[in-house]
């Protein structure tokens, strides 16, 4: 039996589905990956800092999906916008969406409109369209709110030099405005303890490999409770990261032009202003309650810097045409149905960060495409399957072309890829790998060419 499937959004969360669905040995499935983006990829291209080259490897295993016969890639297409769920119902037996999640969780306290969430900041670094070509980066001290991987790579970013990033594939258009970048201290900001943040040791360590970087902790910041404890022992990687924080906290400063200071059991409380201008960012201590929790100690910092960004978790945005959950910032699903009140919406699916949230590692992202992708199949089996209309798989290629949508392709992304490298290797003072191209109508045009 052969299935047409359509797979909404070409991150890791789609491919991985896409690759689930076409290996699948009891039906003949073919696959129409689309895309937003004129390239694929989504966050492994456009949500990881450009000095790690050793995540970016994960493309070398996606790009081996999208080599494979029974998977299309078609980018440069919104749907809800070119083209609407209900009229893929009509050339698909089943749709999958993974759009994920890029945009930011809002910073609710007082004065908190004007901090800057960490996916604009990383959407302009790694040369994502949709985002500012430019960045005031005037501020001598930052303020970096969260303690996961995104807090990690913006403060790293912040604190490097421009000339250390020349090497990576980051545009012209970054470099221009990172060799300005006036930041000489960045503070982090986490309301609980060592055995609650949520870094990775890997990532952690690397957060001082630059000569021009100190990393310092507070003696004081080491505490733990006895639950914390036990999280350590029942966690290689939390303890992990706990030794790398206590090897941070019993160094001296030096003289590292640029210092990364993380503090934990301060809670933001306000972002300091005058008129317009950030002047601060106003913290509470915290404490232990030797129940596993933390409570306020009426003890207030005011720390002097002018720009906080803050780093507390993505959101995913709705798909017209699809339910979805305001308050969750997620589709409505039982696990991989996506869910209309009650019942099954027709043959919808749902995988990724916006089943689930925007937690989880690339092992996460792939249970939960076997998890959704063995709903489906099941519903095959079942016959409960949408019927298309079209029997053709070109004639949803024929109805792009007449609404005048210039869709990208497989083999397009192989010319923009070619075009990136050109652009890297041609570069004079460093040359690299690749250097991105930022402009939306130039990344199809290179993929048409």
């Known amino acids: 039996m052969s ?13 991985y589905a896409s690759d689930l669905l076409i290996r699948n040995e009891d039906y003949d499935v073919h696959v129409d990956l689309f895309e937003q983006m004129p390239a694929p990829f989504g966050l492994i291209r456009y949500g990881v800092a450009p000095d790690h080259p050793r995540i970016k490897g ?19 297409i919104e749907v809800g916008k070119d083209i609407t769920i209900d009229e893929l119902r009509q050339y698909y037996d089943a749709i999958v969406i993974s759009t994920g999640a890029v945009r930011d969780r809002e910073l609710l306290l007082p004065g908190g409109d004007a901090s800057i969430g960490a996916g604009e900041f990383v959407g302009f670094y790694d040369g994502n369209p949709r985002f500012d070509r430019s960045w005031n980066l005037e501020a001598r001290e930052v303020a970096v709110i969260g303690v996961g991987n995104v807090a990690l790579d913006i403060s790293r970013v912040l604190a490097k030099t421009g000339d250390e990033l020349l090497v990576t594939e980051i545009p012209d258009n970054v470099y221009e405005s990172l060799k300005n970048n006036k930041a000489e201290v960045v503070h982090m900001f986490g309301r609980r303890g060592p055995a609650q943040a949520k870094f990775t040791p890997k990532e952690l360590r690397e957060l001082d490999e630059s000569d021009t970087i100190q990393v310092l902790v507070d003696p004081e910041d080491i505490d733990y409770d006895a639950q914390s404890e036990e999280v350590r022992r029942a966690d290689k990687s939390v303890d992990l990261v706990c030794q790398v924080l206590e090897q941070y906290a019993i160094r001296e400063p030096d003289d590292a032009p640029h210092k990364i200071h993380i503090h934990f059991f301060e809670e933001p409380v306000e972002v300091l202003r005058d008129g317009d201008a950030i002047v601060g960012l106003r913290t509470e201590r915290q404490e232990l309650d030797g129940e596993g929790g933390i409570r306020g100690t009426g003890q207030f910092t ?11 978790g993505y959101r995913s945005e709705p798909v017209e045409g699809v339910p979805f959950d305001l308050e969750r910032n997620v589709i409505p699903n039982d696990g991989g149905h996506v869910m209309e009140g009650s019942t099954f919406a027709d043959s919808l699916y749902v995988t990724g960060w916006i089943k689930r949230g925007p937690v989880g590692l690339i092992g996460n992202t792939k249970s939960d495409a076997k998890e959704t992708t063995d709903m489906l199949f099941a519903d095959a089996a079942a016959g409960t399957l949408n019927t298309p209309t079209h029997s053709d798989p070109d004639a949803i290629l024929d109805l792009l072309t007449e609404r005048g949508i210039e869709y990208t392709t497989w083999e397009g992304w192989y010319e923009l890829d070619k075009a990136e490298r050109t652009l890297g290797e041609s570069c004079s003072i460093h040359p690299r790998e690749r250097k991105k191209i930022v402009e939306w109508e130039e990344m199809v045009r290179h993929a048409h060419a």
């Not at 999208?66 to 299309?72: A, G, M, V, Y």
């Not at 005011?302 to 507390?312: F, N, T």
């Open 302 to 312: 005011d720390w002097p810097v002018q720009q906080v960004y803050h780093a507390i």
């Open 58 to 76: 994960i493309v070398n295993s996606l790009h081996r999906v999208l080599d494979k016969p029974e998977l299309r890639l078609l980018g440069n």
């Open 3 to 15: 299935l047409r499937v359509a797979v909404i959004g070409a991150g890791p969360a789609g491919i």
